[in-house]
């Protein structure tokens, strides 16, 4: 996997969990796929989950991310990794946090969902 300097004003900041936290579940909604991966404490993908994107509707693609984040869950179990300690979301485009609502989502062409 290439790696990319970002510009200082966007490094992310460096963070470090403390040993022996459980993991956490990751999934980036993509308009193409939705790909999930189970990450340690030291920021170690340990397992992968991915799914195609469904047609451009939240009612299809909503289930297809609940799926990869129940596949991560799943396999943690599966692997004996502990219980997986929270779920974050990543999607390109403007969430309203005050009304819970996505405001535009260029790549799964949502707006006011």
Known sequence: MASATL???F???DIRLAD???????????GTKIA????????????????DTPARSSGQVVPAIVGVAQDLV????????GPVAGIGLGAAGFVDETRSIVRFAPNLGWQEE
């Open 11 to 13: 490094k992310a900041p």
């Open 36 to 51: 999930g991966g189970l990450v340690d404490e030291s920021g170690t993908v340990l397992l992968r989950a991915r799914r």
């Open 74 to 81: 799943r396999a943690a179990d599966d692997a004996d990794l």
């Open 20 to 30: 022996g936290l459980p993991p956490v579940a990751c999934v980036d909604i993509g």
């Open 7 to 9: 510009p200082t004003r």
